[in-house]
């Protein structure tokens, strides 16, 4: 695939000035979003990224075409699973929800530089040395069995990483929030708030998600510009997806296994196609493995879009089997999230049904204490 500079610039100039529009138009003056907010811009983010791939394959063909949907549904699908960190994370640091899209956001925007770097250098280890096809499915493949050992997020607290960590001791910190701001000042000194720390602490996070994101696209395909706007069009939406499904995510407990099948299937895709271009002396002595056919772009689409179809489904089954066992409803309160209706007549954040309440939401107000 032969992408001219000019289409290349004009592709980034785009997603920098779509980041930029959010920050001026949502992010800019701190608010919390409404579920009806939220679900528009989810809906125009992935607008986009659907009529970008219709572009592609009018311009590139349907393969093409075909492997940028793949790559985009794969990493839209595990943004979804990396939803439950970043619901971890807000909660730990009682980031007031007001203040939360900047934080996603700017984690969002951090995210993405990195995952270019990687993408970068993971062409350049595919461009040069075809065993690292071998290396990146044996990454899936075990990331597979471990996300399906787990069978999820058994966790319900947020560990911080070693470059979090090494924040805290190089850069003083304030204990409380001060309005949406990264840096203070205090007595004539200067501070980073628990608003950076969060920051940070997302967009870090990030790192150990592309461990398993990256080669996962690859294996889907070896075009660096499909790679890279897959990736950037999963990201940006992702600000818009956490306010519309944080309160959701539990609900879909079969999750963990439904990507496990995913990363497993690519990972088996990758080895196969390691074998078809296989340069290792002790494999086959050097020699091309063909007898297992590759897996073609239509089928890994078919596999990826029936493992999210069916885990969807059934986890939607098994809520609905649960909430009959123990005989409670489930409705949507004002923010989207769903409350059980106790025996009392009154829901789980002790309001009864039909009468306004103040939900407190992710995070304390401003001026609460981030943890040290």
Known sequence: MDVPTWVWALTVTGIVAMLAFDFVGHVRTPHAPTLRESAIWSAVYVGIA???GLGVIWFAGAEYGGEYFAGY???KSLSVDNLFVFVLIMASFAVPRELQQKVLLFGIAFALVLRTVF?????????????VFYLFGAILIYTAYAQAKSGGHSDDHYEENGVLRLVRRVVPTTEEYHSDKLVTKVSGKRYITP???ALVAIGSADILFAVDSIPAIFGLTQETFLVFTANAFSLLGLRQLFFLIDGLLDRLVY???GLAVILGFIGLKLVIHALHTNELPFV???????LIPEIPTWLSLAVILLTLL???VASLAK???TAVAEGTAVPADTDGRRAAVTGAGTTAGGAAPGEDRDVDPVGAGEGAPGPR
């Open 50 to 52: 659907l009529v970008f």
């Open 73 to 75: 549904i794969t990493e």
């Open 119 to 131: 993408i970068l250098v993971g062409a350049a280890a595919i461009e040069n040395f075809s065993w």
């Open 195 to 197: 608003l950076m720390i």
């Open 255 to 257: 999750l963990a296994y």
């Open 284 to 290: 086959n002595g050097g020699e091309h493995v063909t």
């Open 310 to 312: 069916v885990t969807t």
């Open 319 to 321: 809520n609905r089997r």
